[in-house]
């Protein structure tokens, strides 16, 4: 095409000089195999230039997106389950349960590996299409130059990017390991044969087993992945490959429970795609996707105890889609499809839940109880347990409040040290003001003190002022800090409430609201009555029901009786029974008041409360309702659409149509890569053939596509500028494609418990690409030359030195990454650790990624000449 448009400059050239061009000056026109398009003679190089470059990078925001289309067909194919019957342990009874066909590994060394790399290995096959089954450099130094902002970059920034005091280690370690070796093997096996062995030549049988490395790594992952090697003997492991066989990853999908209204995840038990709720014994079946209403009843009764029962069932709703979401286990796809939403407007995969709404579930008392619990929480992260299995010292309250009679002058606060017991670890402490005031009502107090090696508890006294006067109850805090470079965290009890109860008054007692809500099926209506302004000996308070709505001795067992208080104690219960007789009423309503206070006590003004019996029916009606909003939450939350209407719905809409939660920026991306949105909800969905059309007309249609035009912008813009390459290759094409996968890996690293979905993927990416993107390219290559009595010359130049620079900068990384993982002044893990040392390994790992960059850079304009 570009001699036929050099010819057709001629000839009009000799026909009417006056309007000619200087063909001389169209320099770089036979660098594509589809561009340029236009006749460019007349353009400035240098407009040239900025267009190629702006071209190639909105080439690549259109290279992110079809790659989250492919993603999510990739999360489709190998998220397919089967059903297989099997004894429950202890039990003769036999259960149905579905497992992953696909084992986790393999799938992130194949599709999972494919897809986060398919714009590399494409650019490498184009490249030897294009050239005629010649080598080129672009393909290769991409391959070279993306596996190096892979390891080095995307993998300094998960290091620093957990929260202090806080570590992520690699959980399969010998499937990591066995990537790791690999991925530095692979780029030392370019550099054998392209240097070492039968120099600037790929000979048939080195392409052959280049890419024979692939299934060999595939195959030796697995192993390692289901431990067939060790020595160990593991019964209960050995008994789940045995019944779970191919589809029973260890790191497959965690299980649910909801027990006693905690919410417990058991990774390590689940060894199925089924996820199981359990509740009050009785198990049923969670799947994802569905939601279990009982489960869904009792996070409802909880969260609105907390709020008061003020929020909407909407709101209930996101809050349950939420603590699902947050306790669902997430793979690399997941991680990538959803960076790359954020990155160009798109439907988001997570809930959008406003702050008053989060603090309301972070406050609750399920939540708390969750956290208190020596059980792993629902969220799946470090935090449960902040020690970091003893690499910490974990600084707490033995409580987090405590009442004291002000006559008694001291009180004494415990603080623990769990964890790491072995060190020195200092804290400060210091009392802050509340009601009471620091002087007239507590003695205040801000020190130090030092937890010696073996000791795990100190005891903080603080003198109580005693006035003599009545006063209210009066509270103050007491705080700890430590210093995060001392080897120790705060624990969750941080802060304790001190509450000063006077004591020189009988007290005043009054009912804690004017009404409260029981459903019917609660047997026991528990009334508070509590004490205040004093609490000075033993009183007594009677108390009588009346009818309202609700009729004694049908609706309830009501009366009379006497509710005691001994010295110093501030609340008690009026228990009330309550009958459920299973009939759909309207809510009914009776009154408690209290009457004739003894031992000098008086009554206060809330004498009176009402107690309200809601029915079950209606409350059910209630739970279904927010049921039906979490299932569309939950659908809201698949990857993809199941339609053509949904594709191009969410491809039309900033935000996917969720306008209230969307951003400025959301909208400014939308705007950008509407084009692109559009053209790719083409694409058929993914429940067309398991996933497998939309895999096929993603990959071999557009993202083949679009590489072949990344291919043509990139040498291009490197001629008009002058630029070599595998320069534009090992910087602007590798950062391009790689940038989705760092921001995926940024938030996997801060969201998972473990390391293996941020970095753990990375060492097996690289290895793929070398193995199947070079591999496969130059077998097919060296196929060709073969047939036609030739070699395929791959000359070694800059390819060879930037394998090794690479080589050596990973062999450090991985190092580095070791060194982390056993020295406990790093924290005993690849991810977070010490604030200083992880920055610290982050920078090293930074400036690893700089020196290659120059050192390749060098080594190509000449400035340095290393023998090879």
């Known amino acids: 095409m570009a001699n036929t448009t050099i010819s057709s400059l001629l000839n009009q050239t000799t026909a009417a000089p006056e309007t000619c061009v200087n063909v001389a000056n169209y320099f770089c026109s036979d660098k594509g195999i589809i561009l340029p398009i236009f006749v460019e003679a007349t353009w400035p190089i240098g407009l040239r230039a900025f267009l190629y470059l702006f071209a190639m990078l909105y080439c690549f925001m259109g290279v992110a997106i079809i790659a989250d289309v492919f993603m999510c067909s990739i999360e489709v194919i190998t998220s397919k389950t089967k059903t297989i019957s099997m004894v429950k342990p202890g039990t003769d009874i036999v259960e149905e349960v579905e497992v992953r066909i696909w084992n986790d590994t393999v799938a992130n060394l194949t599709l999972m590996a494919l897809g986060s790399s398919a714009p590399e290995i494409l650019l490498s096959i184009v490249g030897i299409i294009k050239t005629g089954f010649k080598s080129e450099e672009l393909g290769p ?39 790791a070796f690999f991925s530095i093997f692979a780029y030392a096996w370019l550099y054998i044969v392209l240097v070492l062995n039968t120099k600037d030549v790929m000979d048939l049988w080195e392409a052959i087993v280049t890419f024979m490395f692939f299934p060999i790594l595939v195959i030796l992952a697995y192993i390692a992945d289901k431990d067939y090697c060790s020595r160990r003997v593991d019964v209960e492991k050995e008994t789940d490959h045995l019944e779970l066989g191919m589809g029973g990853s260890q790191h497959d999908q965690p299980r649910l429970q909801f027990s006693n209204s905690s919410y ?53 709703a996101k809050l349950a889609a939420l603590k699902i979401q947050e306790n669902e286990k997430h793979d690399r796809s ?65 409580a987090s409040s405590c009442a004291v009679m002000e006559s008694q002058g001291t009180v004494e606060v415990s603080v623990l040290r769990s964890g790491r017991t072995n060190t020195r670890v200092p804290f400060r402490y210091e009392t802050i003001d509340g009601t009471a005031e620091a002087g007239s009502d507590y003695i205040p107090q801000k020190d130090v ?26 509270t103050f805090f007491v705080k700890l800090s430590v210093d995060p470079d001392s080897g120790a965290v705060l624990g969750r009890k941080s802060i304790n409430e001190i509450t000063i109860i006077n004591d020189d008054d009988p007290g005043v007692l009054d009912f804690t609201k004017p009404s409260f809500i029981f459903k019917e099926s609660a047997g026991i209506a528990s009334v508070p009555v509590q004490r205040t302004k004093g609490s000075d000996g033993v009183i007594s ?25 001994q010295h110093g104690e501030t609340e008690k219960n009026i228990d009330i029974q309550i009958f459920d007789d299973k009939d759909f009423e309207k809510d009914e309503d009776f009154m408690v008041e209290l009457s004739d206070a003894a031992g000098g006590a008086m009554i206060g003004r809330q004498r009176r409360t009402v107690i309200t019996i809601v029915n079950d029916d209606e409350y059910n009606g209630l739970v279904d309702r927010v049921l ?99 320069i534009t290759a090992i910087t602007l094409v590798a950062m391009g494609t790689s940038l989705p996968d760092l921001f995926a890996s940024r938030t996997a690293a801060k969201a998972e418990k473990y390391a ?41 130049g800059s390819l060879a030195f930037s394998v090794m620079a690479y080589s050596i ?19 005993r893990a690849e991810l977070g650790g010490t604030p200083s040392l992880k920055y610290f390994s982050s920078f090293l790992m930074a400036m690893l990624w700089v020196l290659y960059i120059v050192l390749a850079i060098l080594e190509t304009k000449k400035v340095i000449v290393v023998p090879l």
């Open 541 to 565: 308070v009677k108390w009588k029901t009346k009818d309202m709505r609700a009729v004694n001795g049908r609706d309830y067992v009501g009366g009379e009786g006497m509710l005691e208080f």
């Open 334 to 398: 997941w991680y990538r499809v959803n960076a790359t939403r954020w990155l160009v407007g798109g439907r988001k995969v997570s809930v959008n839940v406003n702050n008053s709404l989060k603090e309301k579930l972070e406050g609750s008392q399920v939540y708390e109880k969750a956290k208190n619990k020596d059980e792993v929480p629902l969220i799946i992260d470090s935090a449960s347990d902040l020690s970091q299995g003893g690499t910490f010292s974990v600084v707490e309250f033995s």
């Open 756 to 796: 293996d979905a941020s970095i753990g993927n990375v060492t097996g990416s690289n290895s793929v690409n070398v193995f199947l993107g070079l591999g496969l390219p130059w077998l097919i290559a060296s196929i060709y030359w073969e047939a036609q009595g030739e070699k395929f010359a791959v000359p070694a």
């Open 628 to 726: 039906t909003i979490v299932n569309v939450n939950m659908d809201h939350l698949q990857l993809a659409s199941s339609t053509w209407g949904g594709q191009f719905r969410d491809a039309m809409n900033v935000n996917g149509g969720d306008v209230e939660n969307a951003t400025t920026m959301d909208y400014v991306m939308h705007f950008l890569t509407f084009g692109w949105k559009v053209m790719f909800a083409l694409t058929p969905p993914v429940n067309f053939l398991g996933g497998w059309l939309t895999f096929l007309v993603s990959l071999m249609g557009f993202i083949f596509l679009l590489t072949v035009i990344i291919s043509d912008l990139a040498t291009t813009f490197g001629c008009l500028i002058d630029l070599e390459d595998n």
């Open 809 to 827: 900068c990973a062999i450090l990384c991985i190092i580095l990454l070791v060194i982390r993982r056993i020295v406990p002044a790093f924290g």
């Open 449 to 474: 003190l030092v937890f010696e090696p073996g000791e795990s508890m100190k005891n903080i006294k603080i003198v109580i002022v005693d006035d003599n006067q009545w006063e209210a109850d009066e």
């Open 141 to 179: 130094s991409t391959i070279v130059g993306s596996a190096a902002f892979n390891l080095l970059v995307i993998t300094g920034v998960c290091v620093s990017s957990i929260p202090t005091g806080e570590i992520r280690r690699i959980k399969a370690v010998k499937v990591f390991a066995v990537t």
């Open 264 to 316: 417990i995840s058991h990774e390590e038990e689940s060894q199925s795609g089924t996820v199981l709720a359990e509740y009050s014994g009785a198990v049923t079946e969670l799947k994802p996707g569905h939601v279990n209403k009982q489960s869904v009843s009792e996070f409802v009764k909880e969260i609105s105890k907390y709020s008061g029962g003020k929020l909407s069932p909407e709101e209930a």
